[in-house]
C-alpha cells in the first residue's frame, strides 16, 4: 500500500478506515507533507478526528509506529476534537516544537476538557524540566503558563487541577502553597490532585499528609496517597502500605502492589510473597513482577 492510496482512501468520507493502510502514515519524511497535507485540508472535521483517534490506537499497539508529524500537526487544528485526539497521542517523545502548540491550546478558547488535558500533557516538560532535559526558556514558559492557569480563580476546577498536578515538578513556595490550598478545599477533585502533586515534588516532608490518606475511606484518595507514596516512600516505611494489599478496590491494591516493587526492601518482599497465597490471575501476575523489580533492583 503506498502513502496515495491511502490518501485516497482518507479523501474518501464514506470509505472505512483501515488500520493497513494508516500505517502508511508513521514516520512522513518532510518531502511526503505537501501530499498529505493536501488531503488532509480537504477532509472534515469529523474524518480527521476519526483518523487521529486511529492513529493514536496504532501507536498503542506497536510502538514501532511513529505518527508523530501527523499529530503535531493536528495539534494546531482548528477543531477542538481534533486537538483532543492529537494530545492523548503525544505522551512519548521529548520534541520542544510541541511545547509552543501545547501552551496554544491552553491558553486558547477551547472547551475545559481540552485545555485540562494541554495542560496534563505540558506536565512531561515539567519532569524533564527536572532532568535538565529541555531548554531553560522552554521550562520558563512551561512553568509561567500552568502558574497562570492554576491562579485563575475563573477557570474550572478541571483545569486548575491539572495544571496543579502538571506544575508540582518545579517545586516552589508558590506551588507548595497551592498544594496546601487544593488539600484543604472541600472539593474532592482538588485534593485528589494536591496529593499527585505531593508526589510530585519529591519533597518528603508531604509524607504524613500522604500516609494519612493511605487510609481515606475515599478509594480514589487513596489510590492517589500510594502513588504519591511509590515516589517518595522508603523502604522501612513500606509497612504503611501493607493493609492496602487487601484493599477493597482493585485499583488501589494493584497500586500498592506496583508501589511496594518500586521502592523494593525485604520488608515488601516479604509481604508480597504472602500476597501471592489468595491472590487471583490478574493479582499474581502484578505480584509477580513487582518481586521481580526488586530482585533486579538488588544487583
Known amino acids: 500500500m503506498s502513502l496515495e492510496l491511502c490518501l485516497t482512501e482518507l479523501e474518501d468520507e464514506d470509505a472505512p478506515l483501515s488500520y493497513s493502510n494508516l500505517i502508511e502514515l508513521s514516520d512522513l519524511v518532510p518531502d511526503e507533507m505537501p501530499l498529505f497535507v493536501r488531503s488532509w485540508n480537504q477532509v472534515s472535521s469529523e474524518r480527521r478526528a476519526l483518523v487521529v483517534g486511529r492513529l493514536v490506537e496504532l501507536a498503542e499497539e506497536n510502538a514501532r509506529l511513529d505518527f508523530h508529524t501527523v499529530l ?46 494541554a495542560a496534563s500533557a505540558l506536565g512531561k516538560y515539567a519532569l524533564l524540566a527536572q532532568e535538565d532535559k529541555i531548554l531553560p526558556k522552554d521550562a520558563q514558559l512551561v512553568q509561567e503558563a500552568l502558574m497562570r492557569s492554576l491562579q485563575d480563580d475563573s477557570d474550572t476546577v478541571e483545569v486548575r487541577r491539572r495544571s496543579l498536578e502538571a506544575v508540582s515538578p518545579f517545586n516552589t513556595p ?65 509497612h504503611h502500605l501493607i493493609p492496602l494489599l ?14 511496594m516493587g518500586n521502592i523494593g526492601g525485604s520488608l515488601a518482599k516479604r509481604a508480597l510473597r504472602r500476597c501471592l497465597r489468595d491472590a487471583d490471575d490478574i493479582l499474581r501476575e502484578a505480584v509477580q513482577e513487582a518481586l521481580e523489580e526488586i530482585d533486579v533492583g538488588e544487583f
Not at 504524613?208 to 523502604?235: D, H, K
Not at 487487601?246 to 508501589?259: G, K
Open 246 to 259: 487487601e484493599d477493597d478496590d482493585s485499583q488501589v491494591q494493584m497500586a500498592a502492589v506496583s508501589a
Open 72 to 117: 503535531k500537526l493536528a495539534l494546531a487544528d482548528d477543531d477542538y476534537d481534533v486537538q483532543e485526539k492529537a494530545i492523548a497521542g503525544m505522551w512519548e517523545g521529548e520534541d520542544r516544537t510541541v511545547i509552543p502548540l501545547m501552551l496554544n491550546i491552553l491558553n486558547s478558547d477551547a472547551p475545559p476538557q481540552v485545555r485540562a488535558s
Open 174 to 238: 508558590r506551588i507548595q502553597e497551592h498544594i496546601r490550598w487544593a488539600y484543604g478545599s472541600g472539593e474532592q477533585l482538588l485534593r485528589r490532585s494536591s496529593i499527585y502533586a505531593m508526589g510530585k515534588t519529591q519533597e518528603t516532608a508531604w509524607m504524613p499528609a500522604i500516609i494519612s490518606e493511605l487510609r481515606s475511606p475515599n478509594a480514589s484518595l487513596r489510590y492517589e496517597a500510594v502513588c504519591a507514596f511509590s515516589e517518595l516512600g522508603e523502604e522501612e516505611e513500606v
